[in-house]
């Protein structure tokens, strides 16, 4: 089955510094990525959906500037967390859709998630 | 717009037991419906998903959906629960598109009960 996987699995930052995560579909190539934060508790909360090579579009309310996406290829996407804060804290997933064929199916995938723990 | 509402945050059954959670959709076209996993610190896992096949949709570790239109509900169900099965719930809905995207609801807790 598709693979996603994410590194690092866990990180722990100070706070003022940066943090990169990176997503990468190991064995298809995603038409589209996605970048989610779940609190404690909580379900996911879509942050931003990206296509290789353009500029990722964010859900209102998350800053651009402070999470940083960078689609570089069909199987690679980062977010980077810039000047991170202890409310940065969360879990981070990404996930990868492929469309099969000339079909209209999408298949979506996740990753096994990032923890950040700013401190 | 799209949008699933999963009913109480919490489920407790015995090992055995029939667990049934709950999921009802709203949506303005025909949607996909999906059911996730997510053990502790880890990513979401499918269960199954309906997309306008069958309606009674099976999926993996024994569990199993029925899309109902009428009810505009889809609810998950396991006829016999077991310890494996704790784990967060969330129900998903999503409308045919190359822009459509994924909205999950608030997700259930099953806890199993030896």
């Known amino acids: 089955g598709a693979v996603v996987s994410q590194h690092p699995s866990w990180v722990i930052c100070k706070s003022g510094t940066s943090v990169k995560i990176e997503c990468r579909s190991l064995d298809f190539q995603a038409t589209t990525m996605f970048w989610y934060r779940q609190f404690p508790k909580q379900s996911l909360m879509l942050m931003a959906t990206s296509n290789e090579g353009s500029k990722a579009t964010y859900e209102q309310g998350v800053e651009k500037d402070k999470f940083l996406i960078n689609h570089a290829s069909l199987t690679l996407s980062t977010l980077t967390v810039t000047s991170a804060h202890p409310e940065d804290s969360s879990f981070y997933i990404c996930s990868a859709r492929v469309k099969f064929g000339r079909s209209l199916v999408y298949e979506q995938y996740f990753g096994p998630g990032t923890r950040l723990t700013v401190t | 717009a799209q949008s699933v509402t999963q009913l109480g945050s919490h489920v407790s059954v015995s090992e055995g037991a029939l667990v049934l959670l709950r999921c009802n959709y709203s949506?303005?076209?025909?949607?996909?419906l999906f059911w996730y996993v997510q053990y502790p610190n880890q990513g979401l896992q499918l269960l199954l998903k309906?997309?306008?096949?069958?309606?009674l949709v099976k999926g993996i570790n024994g569990f199993e959906a029925e899309f109902k239109k009428s009810e505009t509900s889809f609810h998950l169900t396991k006829p016999s629960a077991h310890m494996s099965d704790a784990a967060e719930y969330f129900c998903a809905v999503r409308i045919t598109g190359a822009n459509s995207k994924l909205t999950f609801g608030k997700g259930i807790t099953l806890s199993v009960r030896p």
């Open positions: 309906y997309t306008s096949a069958a309606t």
């Open positions: 949506s303005s076209v025909p949607p996909y």
